[in-house]
């Protein structure tokens, strides 16, 4: 059974940092056979795109509300993957899901809600002003 468990969400302050950790496990699972990103969705919105990360970790793409302020990166020798979350604003508090996928679209977004294989159960990041 394949798991990806999210961590580091809480309760901060605008402009404060937070650092987002998912976990992958499972017997036959490895994230280095998936490209990997994140999603948020906030209270009463649908789940967007929030960042992406190839397979090597060569190739990142970010939503343009986080560009810039925003950092996406794996360690396949320890299947994780990190979303690294500066000058946060209020506009950021949403549930942050990890999600794995096998298709990168040659469009943007690389994914969509859609092609995601795999979901971990979210963690909250809630950004006060």
């Known amino acids: 059974q394949v798991q990806l468990v999210e961590s580091g969400g809480g309760l901060v302050q605008a402009g404060d940092s937070l650092r987002l950790s998912c976990a992958a496990s499972?017997?036959?699972?490895?994230?280095?056979?998936?490209?990997m990103g994140w999603f948020r969705q906030a209270p009463g919105k649908e789940r967007e795109f929030v960042a992406a990360i190839s397979w090597s970790g060569s190739n990142t793409k970010y939503a343009d509300a986080v560009k810039g302020r925003f950092t996406i990166s794996r360690d396949n020798t320890k299947d994780t993957v990190s979303l690294q979350m500066n000058s946060l604003k209020p506009e950021d508090t949403a549930v942050y899901y990890c999600?794995?996928?096998?298709?990168?679209?040659?469009?943007?977004?690389?994914?969509?809600?859609?092609?995601?294989?795999?979901w971990g159960q979210g963690t909250l990041v809630t950004v006060s002003s």
């Open positions: 499972g017997q036959t699972f490895s994230i280095s056979e998936y490209f």
């Open positions: 999600a794995a996928s096998r298709y990168w679209r040659g469009t943007y977004p690389p994914f969509v809600a859609g092609d995601i294989q795999y």
